[in-house]
């Protein structure tokens, strides 16, 4: 090999490493944060409306995006499928069912609570579907992330955790994500995300639209704190963060990484208390710590010597 090809890929490598040490963080802050802009969000609009109005944004961004940097489009029509498929179930059905579920009265850490319990789902399942296995210590790790979503959940349930509608809404948007998680790392690992993000949004777009169409008024109050949470769920959140979710569910085993979501509930509820003034009790503070550590045990990679 020659040895400016072995440094151009020792290059990519570093910067490959890099990615995979900020995406965790990164993906962290920013799915945490959405949380409470969809709230915020859900205050100018129904909740399917506000939906299809961001996955169509999302939508206008991206297939410009993938033809300006030639992305690559999947040739083979399953390959096609299976990616349509994956935005059907990680969009529209994960997102609309969880907006639904904000809109049925659920709190912005209560809906995160309910899905902060997918690595354990995640975790059962999925050894038999993909063939990983699940060492102890990561069973331990998640054991106590299962028990840091626990306190904090006895927190809020001690302030109400919204209606029983929003909680099974909610709980339907747990099994998408699971499901979806678990769907692409099968049947479609690897795709292009620019243009695997075209595919998608434009499919859930047009999904939940109709859906929308159908069932709400489709009214908008565009007031400055709602366009401000419009464009950090198109910028930040869609594009952004799902692109991250799509490069650690290629780069990682889908047990580590949906560990993350671990931290997701402690997150959301830090954010609602800076941005919407949510008191966080010693009791959720405590689940934060230990959910954290949980997630620190499955995502820790021994060095080899």
């Known amino acids: 090999m020659a040895p ?3 440094t151009a890929e020792t290059a990519t490598m570093n910067r490959a490493a890099r990615v995979d040490r900020l995406a965790p963080v990164l993906f962290l802050v920013f799915w945490s ?9 859900l205050d100018g609009a129904p909740p399917l409306t506000l939906l299809a109005l961001r996955f169509t944004l999302v939508a206008a961004i991206l297939i410009p995006a993938s033809l300006l940097l030639r992305s690559q489009y999947p040739r083979d029509p399953q390959h096609f499928m299976h990616i349509a498929v994956t935005g059907l179930i990680m969009q529209a059905i994960y997102f609309g069912t969880s907006y639904v579920g904000f809109a049925a009265g659920g709190s912005a850490g ?3 609570l309910i899905l902060g319990m997918q690595p354990i789902v995640t975790a059962c399942i999925v050894g038999p579907l993909l063939g990983e296995r699940v060492s102890p210590r990561h069973w331990l790790g998640l054991a106590l992330g299962f028990a840091g979503v626990v306190l904090v959940l ?5 302030t109400g955790m919204g209606s029983p509608a929003g909680i099974a809404w909610t709980l339907v948007a747990l099994a998408a994500i699971t499901g979806g998680t678990l769907y692409q790392k099968r049947y479609c690992p690897s795709f292009d995300l620019v243009a ?3 595919i998608q949004f434009t499919i859930a777009a047009i999904a939940i639209a109709l859906a929308a169409f159908l069932t709400e008024d ?3 109050d565009w007031s400055p704190r709602f366009v401000w949470a419009l464009a950090y769920l198109v910028l930040i959140n869609s594009i952004i963060a799902i ?11 889908a047990s580590k990484v949906t560990a993350l979501f671990f931290l997701v509930p402690p997150g959301a509820a830090l954010v609602a208390f800076l941005v919407l003034d949510e008191r966080l009790q010693t009791l959720a503070m405590l689940g934060m710590a230990t959910a954290a550590f949980g997630v620190a045990l499955v995502m820790h990679r021994p060095e080899r010597h």
């Open 4 to 6: 400016h090809a072995h």
């Open 33 to 41: 944060s959405g949380f409470v802009a969809a709230k915020i969000g």
């Open 196 to 198: 695997g993000g075209a």
């Open 243 to 253: 692109s991250l979710l799509s490069w650690m569910i290629r780069r990682g085993e």
């Open 110 to 112: 209560g809906v995160a």
């Open 154 to 158: 006895t927190e809020k349930l001690q």
């Open 218 to 220: 489709m009214t908008i």
